[in-house]
């Protein structure tokens, strides 16, 4: 069982900046296509962006781009969603998800069905 583990969601007022991590095992992390989501209330989850862990190439939804940065950290094994200039739409539960066959993101970064595993998701709140 490939268990993902989202933290650092919280509560922020507009403007303001959090920061998620999701740990990976390691079996996953190398070289893998690895995904942000968000899910609001009463709306389908959507994809945030992606990164490919073996390159480092990111991929951004319009609604974050510019706002939002995607990195990660080899030696912890763990991707990372820098989020600044929130804003209230962007309240929801955060996911993140890895995909099982270890590739490159390709065009298709922001579909849930390219991912296999999934974090357990972790509350981001941006109150106006």
């Known amino acids: 069982q490939v268990q993902l583990v989202e933290s650092g969601g919280g509560s922020v007022q507009a403007g303001g900046s959090l920061r998620l991590s999701c740990a990976v095992p390691?079996?996953?992390?190398?070289?893998?296509?690895m995904g942000w989501f968000r899910q609001a209330p009463g709306k389908e989850r959507e994809g945030v962006g992606g990164?490919?862990?073996?390159?480092?190439?990111?991929y951004y939804a319009d609604s974050v781009e510019g706002r939002f940065t995607i990195s990660q950290d080899n030696a912890k094994n763990t991707v990372y969603l820098q989020m600044n200039s929130l804003k209230p739409e962007d309240t929801a539960m955060y996911y993140c998800?890895?995909?099982?066959?270890?590739?490159?993101?390709?065009?298709?970064?922001?579909?849930?069905?390219?991912?296999?595993?999934w974090g357990q998701g972790t509350q981001v709140t941006v109150s106006s």
């Open positions: 998800a890895a995909d099982h066959f270890r590739r490159p993101c390709g065009g298709r970064w922001y579909s849930e069905y390219e991912y296999t595993y």
């Open positions: 390691e079996s996953t992390y190398s070289s893998n296509c």
């Open positions: 990164i490919y862990t073996g390159g480092g190439r990111t």
